[in-house]
């Protein structure tokens, strides 16, 4: 796998490194991606699924799509991607790994220092009185989960459209391409804001941008380099060659 040798000096001395995941790198564990001809959403309304009122008007339509998910993403395991970002945290004083992925294949593969920016669809919140209670589940007579506290109505802890985005989280993610030297946007179409503003917040501030994408995007066009291909390859080969310069280097 060809990169620049611009590149390649990063690989071995940076201290401080963003990544930035969409849902390309959990293609090839078997989830499905958001857009394209096979996405999510070109069969499915996100404004029958997605969003409060939706969910309000019809909580057990909302509750089977989000149990549904929910089962795949038990069905399947992280994948080469998932797991060579966890190994490339331990490489790096300074990692933050940001997601828009809410099937938590990322601590799954060993990361820990995760900032989620659309939610975990392993969490449910209570939408009367706030408390969280992970294993809330639809019964056996397909009712949406009650709070076990006041009675509520519970949802997945996911980001619906029209929604705002965890404060901490995106502070977060934003300090860290304020900071990085080295920002990765991995598997993500780059087309829904605010994620989507990262990479040119962290170009802004300095950093040198890669894209790893199976196609070009719409920032394509704006990042240091592209490096086309399967975030499961390509990832684990920036992790080795990593490894080698820095076993190198100590
Ligand atoms: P998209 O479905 O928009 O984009 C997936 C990207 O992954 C595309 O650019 C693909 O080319 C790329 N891709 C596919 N397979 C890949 C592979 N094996 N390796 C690398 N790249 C690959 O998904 P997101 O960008 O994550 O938000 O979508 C962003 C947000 O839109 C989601 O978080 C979701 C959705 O509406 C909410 O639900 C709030």
């Known amino acids: 796998m060809n990169w620049s040798p611009h590149l ?44 409060f009122d939706a ?32 190994e490339m945290e331990s490489l790096v004083r300074d990692f933050t790994l940001v997601t828009q992925n809410i099937d938590n294949l990322h601590r799954r593969a060993g990361s820990a220092k995760v900032r989620e920016l659309h939610g975990n669809i392993e969490r449910s919140f209570c939408v009367s009185c706030g408390r969280f209670d992970n294993s809330a589940t639809v019964g056996e007579d397909r009712k949406p989960p009650r709070c076990r506290q006041c009675g509520g109505l519970m949802r997945p802890d996911v980001v619906w459209f029209g929604e705002m985005l965890p404060q901490e989280e995106m502070e977060a993610a934003e300090d860290a391409c304020r900071r990085c030297e080295l920002f990765l946007s991995v598997g993500t179409s780059a087309v829904v804001y605010p994620a989507a503003g990262l990479p040119l917040l962290a170009r802004a501030s300095g950093a040198y941008i890669v894209e790893v994408n199976t196609e070009r995007t719409d920032i394509s066009s704006r990042v240091n380099e592209t490096l ?23």
């Open 8 to 51: 390649d000096a990063l690989l071995g001395s940076a201290d401080s490194i963003c990544v930035l995941t969409g849902a390309g790198i959990s293609a090839e564990s078997g989830v499905a991606t958001f857009r394209g001809p096979d996405g999510l959403w070109a069969k499915l309304k996100p404004e029958e699924l997605a969003n």
């Open 55 to 86: 969910f309000m008007r019809n909580p057990e339509l909302v509750w089977e799509w989000y149990s549904e998910r929910k089962r795949i993403i038990h069905d399947v395991a992280p994948n080469a991607g998932h797991r060579a970002l966890a």
């Open 228 to 250: 086309p291909g399967g975030a499961g390859t390509v990832l684990p080969a920036l992790v080795e060659r990593m490894k080698e310069l820095r076993k190198a280097r100590s």
